[in-house]
């Protein structure tokens, strides 16, 4: 059986390659196990994008 990359990987491999070897180790914990601060972070603000939930004022942008 041929394994794959998933694209997640390459993702994770561009910012972080540690990561991936993070996320098969901790698959089974929530978050907070794994990441850091900065990464929880950087998840809460990007989260309002993904759910595409934002606005394009002038005066918050």
Known sequence: MESYITLSFLNDFIFCPRSIY???????????????????????????IDEQNYSTAAHIL
């Open 22 to 48: 993070f996320h098969q180790l901790y698959s089974n914990f929530t978050e907070t196990v794994y990441k850091q601060q900065p990464q929880i972070k950087g998840t809460a603000a990007h989260q309002s």
